[in-house]
């Protein structure tokens, strides 16, 4: 199966900072990587995805970018504010989700 | 528009005592998950529903058992709850399986606290 890992394990930063989440995985056949924000006493909410047949994309202040070939992605978060401070999980799928072991964002204000 | 809603937020039990969590979803997707999360891990997939068929995952332990009545509910039973069991339990759904790129969406989660 796959196996997905995730670093680092904690990660703090200053306001206005940026923050990079690096994930790796291990089945060419996944073709589907989402990113999870998960804040104290909630379920995981999806922040932005990428398809494998794309190499970046961007919704504001989140972007992702996958290489296919060194089967890495990484999620970039610019300009951090206090509440960008969560739990942060990476993911990939193929026949089912097989999640990092996620990253505690600590943004200081 | 809570899309996928779980019931209840916060459960108590008590050890050896049976307990029901409930999952129910909006989007009339094929695919209901149930992870087991513990405090700094990750999501652990239990098991999943494709439509009425059940997969169980190979370390998902007997005690843990699930429903799902119809294409809407999903229910996990936990038949004897130890204390190793006090976790959050998440219900996710996808439209499909297989090498899809459907999303998965996530409820709220139910905080179970075993005494």
């Known amino acids: 199966g796959e196996n997905v890992e995730q670093h680092p394990s904690t ?4 306001e206005g900072d940026s923050a990079v989440i690096k994930c790796t995985y291990s089945d060419s056949a996944s073709n589907y990587f989402p990113w999870y924000k998960q804040e104290l006493g909630k379920g995981p909410q999806l922040i932005i995805d990428i398809r494998s047949n794309v190499g970046e994309k961007k919704d504001q202040r989140i972007a992702v970018t996958l290489n296919k070939t060194a089967k890495h ?3 970039h ?10 739990v942060y999980f990476c993911a990939a799928r193929d026949d ?7 990253t505690k964002l600590n943004v200081k204000p | 528009d809570a899309m996928v809603i779980q019931n209840p937020r916060y459960q108590v039990t008590q050890f050896g005592k049976p307990v029901t969590l409930s999952c129910s979803q909006t989007l009339n997707h094929n695919v209901m998950y149930w992870y087991q999360q513990k405090s700094s891990q990750a999501p652990k997939l239990l098991f999943h ?3 009425k068929d059940f997969n169980n995952e190979a ?5 843990f058992q699930s429903r799902r009545p119809n294409t809407s509910f999903c229910f996990l039973d936990i038949r004897s709850p130890g204390l190793g069991d006090a976790a959050m339990y998440l219900c996710a759904t996808s439209r499909d399986l297989g090498t899809s ?8 989660g139910t905080r179970l606290t075993v005494l």
């Open chain 1, 11 to 14: 990660l703090s930063v200053q």
């Open chain 1, 73 to 75: 992605f990484s999620l």
């Open chain 1, 77 to 86: 978060i610019t300009e951090t504010q206090p509440e960008d401070s969560a």
């Open chain 1, 96 to 102: 089912k989700f097989y999640f990092g072991s996620g």
């Open chain 2, 49 to 51: 529903y494709y439509d």
């Open chain 2, 59 to 63: 370390d998902t332990p007997d005690n």
């Open chain 2, 101 to 108: 790129t459907d999303t998965q969406y996530f409820g709220p």
